[in-house]
């Protein structure tokens, strides 16, 4: 009788659903950050930003389960859980803030950029070369940067200038609450509380210590009067996630360009989360699995802009928990993603999440982009700095052009209108240059194998 390995053993229904809760408590937060971030750039009413969490907790557990399960080509068939990239967040934060683009066109590059990843997946070990540890590096350490500003100033309290209606007329006026010492507190206590979790928790709480610090944050808040629930009692208790809720996707070919750059980058990154997965659980990452998993990352991320959310990827701090729990079944999993399904279908739930003040998602915000620039900076250091002194010049000109949409805002302000998708990302800037001046000082490289590759690129990358 032919053993069943661990990976493909089912759990007791009760067994299940509790090591499925505890992978969705870990992820929940990251999971939620993304659709509050673009709902803030693009000036969506709560409503309208408790829906996109609706849409992303489903989408989560669509593509998680297919990811798990596995069907036909696609899925890895492991435990992994799958969650909105933040490398995404940057150019999708660019598009937001174009006056010539919207929602539509951020979800048409959203589809294109998942077209382009299954389209892909098979032949990543020929795209690998291009994007060796200097080059995503780079562009990861410039992700976490550009984030930053969006979690400084979610602790701050919003924008430092926000649109209303005075008379009539829109118009754009100072914030007031904008960097007020409660708002500045209550990011400090949440930032402060997550740190000493993860000092002196162990297990499963240190795991969701950026959990636990929201939910520190949000009861100070609560308890000061500082959050309003206006609007819940009119939140359906149950509702379905329609596709096209905001209408049919545009196509703009910068946005779609900068779109398909950050799926080659979550290929890299999701590549060395299945090698390293591939090691916890004992079972050999073979071309055709690798492939089965990236198309996943494609699928997951068609299925995000098909239903109002997304890019989708791995998330890395699962991966960590399978090797804690030293649980390896795949139907944890596949219950998680059920779970997360069902949380989708709820309204309410994600009306209270919308809830949370931006102040309280400031102080995790800065410890989870920080993680991802500190993510960047950690992959650089297993750069050859020493021997081939070119990596200092790939790294410093590539973050500067990285800057200079944060920096200097107006840089492009003269250039024309139809570039401004790729000259206002500093995401696509820096991924360029970084590319670029890869080729130009170290040629093409190695067809090196795609394990070793990938995980000098992008092992315990976090999302």
Known sequence: MTQTHPVDEKLPIMKLTALGMQHVLVMYAGAIAVPLII?????????????LISADLF????????????????GIRMPVMMGVTFAAVGPMVAMAGNPSLG??????????????????????????????????????????????????????????????????????????????????????VVLV???????????????????????????????????????LENADWFA?????????????????????????????ESTGMFIALGDIVGKKIDNDTLARGLRVDGLGTVIGGIFNTFPYTSFSQNVGLVGV??????FVCVAAGCILIA????????????????????????????MVAATGIKILSGVDFQRNRNNLFIVAVSIGAGMIPIVAPNFFA????????????????????????????????????????????????DH
């Open 325 to 330: 729990t030293g649980v390896r079944s795949r």
């Open 59 to 74: 989408c989560c557990g669509l593509v998680t389960v297919i990811q798990s399960l596995g069907i036909w080509k696609f």
């Open 343 to 370: 949380f989708g279908l709820f309204p309410k739930m994600a009306h209270v999440a919308a809830s949370i003040p931006q102040f309280v998602l400031g102080g995790a915000g800065i410890v989870m982009f920080g």
């Open 193 to 231: 509380s997550i740190l000493l979790i993860t000092k002196y928790m162990k297990g499963f709480i240190a795991n969701i210590s950026v959990l636990m610090g929201m939910v520190i944050g949000f009861v100070i808040a609560l308890a000061l009067g500082k959050i309003s629930f206006a609007g």
């Open 39 to 51: 709902g803030g750039a693009l000036n969506l009413p709560k409503y309208a930003i408790a829906f």
């Open 240 to 268: 379905m996630i329609r596709p096209f809720h905001y209408g049919w996707p545009q196509f703009d070919a910068g946005a779609i360009a900068s779109m398909c750059l950050v799926m080659i980058v979550t290929m890299i």
């Open 414 to 461: 003269q250039m024309p209108s139809y570039l401004s998708t790729v000259l206002h990302s500093g995401i696509l800037l820096a991924s360029a240059m970084a590319v670029l001046l890869n080729l130009f000082f170290n040629g093409q490289g190695d067809t090196l194998d795609v394990r070793a590759y990938a995980l000098a690129s992008a092992q315990s990358s």
């Open 103 to 188: 929602i539509l066109h951020i979800y048409g590059a959203v589809i294109a950029g998942g077209v382009f990843c299954i389209v892909a997946a098979p032949f990543m070990s020929k795209l690998m070369r291009f994007f060796p540890p200097v080059v995503t590096g780079t562009v990861i350490t410039v992700i976490g940067v550009s984030l930053m500003g969006v979690g400084i100033n979610w602790a701050a309290g919003g924008q430092p200038v926000i649109g209303t209606v005075v008379n009539g007329v829109f118009t754009k006026i100072p914030n007031p609450e904008y960097g007020s010492p409660v708002n500045l507190g209550i990011a400090l």
